[in-house]
């Protein structure tokens, strides 16, 4: 992972290769003791042996990444970034060559995140005039297309333009204290981000419990089918009930009473021991996490039902306790 503090953004349409292209713009920067963040198709030949280099000798702070996207969706995407930064997108189409680019055509940004997948911009430099502009227009394509990829595209372009940046700062008084409050605002992120892509759905193990419901539908042909339909039954309902028993609870008694009431949210609040519409409490479970899940375990269960032979420990079982001996003035 590497961070740049208030960069230059250079945003490229193609390929970067030539050395003599990138150098006026590279001494340029130079000058000014900022880094530089280069978005393009690709850096290769001279260009890229370059930077390495300069990187190596400790010189201008610089990174490459490669633009998101193919064809006119990457144009597309290169411009969403120029309007972020306040920089310009450099295309040969619009008549502009690279050892032309001067400071003021490049983005700024207050920090650049980059990560093998992964780069995040924070705090663009470019007016919010332009970049509400540019959703409002994101937005019209989206009522427009008629192509389901299409608009799904559009709608990342859109999230990506709309969605901000926030800066979470975790502090403590040990450093065991802050790494277990990072931890959790690290699971805290991944669940949210899994949420927005995929929906929540009722916690407490309770949207697996509903899933039961659709078994009821489904016809067994033998009693092989029968039992497995049951095994999957047991299964989809055991998350609710270990709930229940860990918070002291009837596990049997609990998923019962959820399944009496035909209300989506319903459910066992092991925290207070009531029941209620988990979702409007806040009790919920991010839909991929939940579903990605299930199918992890049928797949796991389906590889273990077709293997041969594996390898497990023998139960051992545990003798009963020896009897108390008696207490003083009890042996009559």
């Known amino acids: 992972r590497t961070e740049m503090e208030d960069p230059c953004v250079l945003i490229y349409e193609k390929k970067l290769s030539a050395l003599n292209e990138l150098l006026p713009l590279l001494e340029a920067v130079v000058q000014t003791g900022k880094p530089l963040l280069i978005i393009a198709e690709d850096v290769e030949g001279e260009a890229l042996a370059t930077l390495v280099v300069n990187k190596l000798r400790g010189g201008l702070k610089v990174a490459a990444v490669k633009a998101p996207g193919f064809g006119d969706r990457r144009k597309a995407m290169l411009q969403d970034i120029a309007i972020l930064t306040g920089g310009q997108a450099i295309s040969e189409d619009l008549g502009i060559k690279l050892e032309n680019v001067t400071l003021n055509m490049l983005g700024r940004a207050k920090k650049v995140m980059i990560e093998k997948e992964n ?108 039992t497995g339909i049951e095994i999957v039954r047991k299964a989809l309902s055991h998350p609710a009930r270990q709930i229940a028993i860990n918070a002291g609870e009837d596990g049997s008694v609990i998923v019962g009473k959820i399944l009496e009431k035909d209300q989506y949210g319903y459910g066992f609040d092991a925290q207070s021991g009531e029941y209620a519409d988990l979702v409007k409490k806040g009790i919920i479970d991010p839909t991929k996490v939940v579903r990605t899940a299930l199918q992890d375990a049928a797949s796991i269960a389906g590889l273990l039902i077709t293997t041969e032979a594996m390898v497990a420990e023998l139960p051992k079982k545990q003798s009963p306790a020896p009897a108390m001996p008696p207490g003083g003035g009890m042996d009559f």
Do not use: C, F
């Not at 989206?142 to 990829?149: K, L, R």
């Not at 065991?176 to 990072?182: A, G, I, M, P």
């Not at 669940?191 to 489904?218: D, S």
């Open 119 to 226: 780069t995040t911009i924070v705090n663009g430099a470019g007016k919010k005039a332009d970049i509400e502009a540019r959703i409002a227009q994101i937005k019209a394509q989206i009522e427009e297309t008629t192509s389901d990829y299409d608009r799904e595209k559009l709608q990342e372009r859109l999230a990506k333009l709309a969605g901000g940046v926030a800066v979470i700062r975790v502090g403590g008084a040990t450093e065991v204290e802050v790494k277990e409050r990072k931890d959790r605002v690290d699971d805290a992120m991944h669940a949210t981000r899994a949420a927005v892509e995929e929906g929540v759905l009722p916690g407490g193990g309770v949207a697996l419990l509903r899933a039961t419901e659709a078994l009821k539908k489904v016809r067994s042909g033998n009693e092989d089918q029968k």
